[in-house]
């Protein structure tokens, strides 16, 4: 029993080394002798795999990026390892996202993105310089929160400045960069003053929407009301003068309406005569002038010359001087003392 199993087993390996004969006979295209072919159940399977596998079918090793973006002289070069940094940003960017990874994992994060962000800046340049697109022209611009556009400034003052990523824009210190700072007010100079003002500022317009007639168009009826009432009392006081001279009663005119708001003018001018006429009389006592027997005016008697004076005046404002000759004559005839 032991023996036919034996023998089995012999048969069928020696099947299976002539099928792995035959296999490797079409691939390599020629056939081998089985003394040159080892057998299948040996480790050197893959080594006699690898020796007669084609070149231009072997795997080939992975490229590195170079270091220097100068040293790619190639554009399709230079636009693949733009592409690859661009992959690497997307997969940072994306992890950068989770708040839970902790501030220094989120920091170190942020400062591998800043510094592929340069390297990808370099190619591009390196890219513009080997005569392809130029990528930079249309890169998005830095959000905050809010994804309101802000520009953070580089402190070294060179390259597009640091940027923050995701959870990063939450850290502490990085919030107050996004932070707007006060608008301050800036005062006005004198031109920014003058600059707005036209013909509607000094009211050359104010006529034309018609607000102003309907407001003051009462008041004006109003005014002229007045003016004219007063105009026509003072005629009514000039006729009533003008029938008085000739009639000859100049005193029946009222005294009140003669008079009327002159009461300060008739004390003035009773002052001034009062003050006159001591005046007068310390200069005779000065000069030692002794005039006997000159009766000295009394309050009542200087109230009535100041009072016939502005009679006098009020009729030489109305009538005519050939009109008061003749008043006078005929005062004169009939014995009139008024």
């Known amino acids: 029993m032991n023996l036919y199993y034996s023998e089995l087993l012999s048969n069928r ?5 002539s099928r792995f004969r035959l296999a490797l ?9 089985t003394s040159d072919l080892p057998s299948p159940t ?4 893959n080594f006699l795999l690898q020796d007669h596998i084609p070149r231009d079918k072997k795997k080939k090793p992975k490229e590195r ?3 220097l973006a100068s040293e790619c002289r190639d554009l399709a070069e230079a636009d693949k390892w733009r592409q690859q940094i661009m992959r690497e940003i997307g997969r940072k960017v994306a992890e950068i996202q989770n708040e839970g990874l902790g501030e ?3 920091r170190d994060l942020n400062d591998e993105i800043n510094k592929l962000i340069r390297e990808k800046s370099h190619w591009e340049r390196r890219i513009v ?6 990528y930079a022209k249309h890169a998005p611009k830095m959000t905050d929160l809010e994804g309101n556009i802000v520009d953070v400034p580089n402190p070294s003052g060179r390259g597009p400045g640091y940027r923050y990523f995701g959870a990063a824009k939450k850290l502490p210190g990085v919030r107050e960069l996004f932070e707007k700072p006060p608008e301050l007010r800036k005062r006005r100079t004198r ?3 003058y600059k707005r003002i036209d013909a509607s500022y000094y009211g050359y317009r104010d006529d034309e929407d018609g607000v102003l007639e309907r407001v003051e168009g009462p008041a004006e009826e109003k005014m002229r009301a007045e003016v004219l009432e007063e105009w026509n009392r003072v005629e009514e006081v000039r006729r009533e003068a003008k029938k008085a001279v000739k009639s000859g009663e100049v005193v029946s005119v009222a005294k009140e309406v003669l008079f009327e708001g002159m009461e300060e003018e008739v004390e003035e001018e009773e002052r001034k005569e009062r003050e006159k006429l001591e005046k007068e009389e310390m200069e005779r006592e000065g000069r030692r002038e002794f005039v006997v027997h000159v009766p000295l005016p009394d309050d009542k008697e200087i109230e009535k010359m100041v009072l016939e004076k502005k009679k006098r005046e009020l ?6 001087e050939g009109l008061l000759e003749e008043q006078t004559e005929a005062k004169a005839m009939l014995n009139i003392q008024r």
């Open 13 to 17: 390996t020696e099947g299976l080394k």
């Open 42 to 45: 040996t480790s050197n399977d």
């Open 129 to 134: 310089e080997l005569g392809g697109p130029n």
């Open 65 to 67: 990026r170079p270091f």
């Open 315 to 320: 009729l030489s404002m109305y009538v005519s």
């Open 191 to 193: 031109y920014d003053i």
């Open 104 to 106: 220094h994992r989120l």
């Open 25 to 33: 006979s079409s691939l390599v295209g020629r056939h081998l002798p």
